[in-house]
């Protein structure tokens, strides 16, 4: 599914990734744990493609990322990664349901279409009474799960997920833990979770330890 060789990233003198290999299987839920600084956020940006190596390789479902063009790749993040983060980072002028069907539109998705998919989506997530109400009007474990809607609406080959209980109290926190390990078994998810929970990090398939731009054992 996610296969990385030989990754390495610098910002200026600043060594981020000295060179990561590292294999991701197919509906598993992974969990990259570290100090600050480890290198852990990169990684991700990486891997979902929002970033590139200075050099090393990076195959998501047999496509060599480092061979698509600037548009092609934006196609190709459209169609097989979904993100969620720490924050939701729900566009705040338009309701639930439109924030989960914006990346099927930018997918060329037709709106009735789109519009399914989301309602159907949101339904799975307990939000059909919610799908009107602007970010401002909903709770903030119902913010989080728009956004996994919205992670899910493209049916991505992985959702990566930066923190993405950090700011939830702890009633939506194991709820969230919950929903993913559902997905997981319901959908054939990929996740691939940044993360500082101990409680989440332990409930996955495996945990990578990183320290200082490196996995360690």
């Avoid at 197919?26 to 290198?39: F, L, R, T, Y």
């Avoid at 950090?166 to 997905?183: I, R, V």
Wanted: glycine share 6%; proline share 4%.
């Amino acid at each position: 599914m996610i296969h990385t060789r030989g990754v390495k990233k610098s910002f200026g003198s600043l060594q981020v990734l000295k060179g990561i290999d590292l294999n991701i299987a197919k509906s598993e839920i992974v969990a990259i744990v570290g100090p600050s600084g480890a290198g852990k956020t990169t990684l991700l940006q990486i891997i979902g493609t929002l970033d590139m190596p200075n050099s090393g390789m990076l195959v998501i479902n047999d496509t060599d990322t480092s061979r698509l063009k600037d548009k092609e790749l934006a196609a190709f993040r459209n169609r097989n990664i979904g993100f969620v983060f720490q924050f939701h980072q729900l566009l705040p002028e338009f309701t639930a349901l439109e924030n989960v069907m914006i990346p099927a539109l930018i997918g060329k998705e037709k709106p009735q279409v789109a519009e399914k998919k989301a309602k159907d989506i949101l339904d799975f997530l307990k939000l059909s009474d919610r799908m009107e109400h602007k970010p401002a009007e909903l709770s903030g474990g119902e913010k989080q799960r728009v956004a996994v809607a919205r992670a899910l609406i493209n049916d991505p080959a992985v959702i990566l997920a930066d923190e993405p209980s950090g700011s939830l109290d702890t009633k939506n926190k194991e709820e969230l833990h919950a929903l993913f390990f559902e997905l997981r078994d319901k959908m054939k998810q990929t996740f691939v979770i940044v993360t500082h929970d101990e409680q989440l990090a332990q409930h996955t398939d495996r945990i990578i330890h990183m320290k200082d731009g490196v996995i360690i054992e």
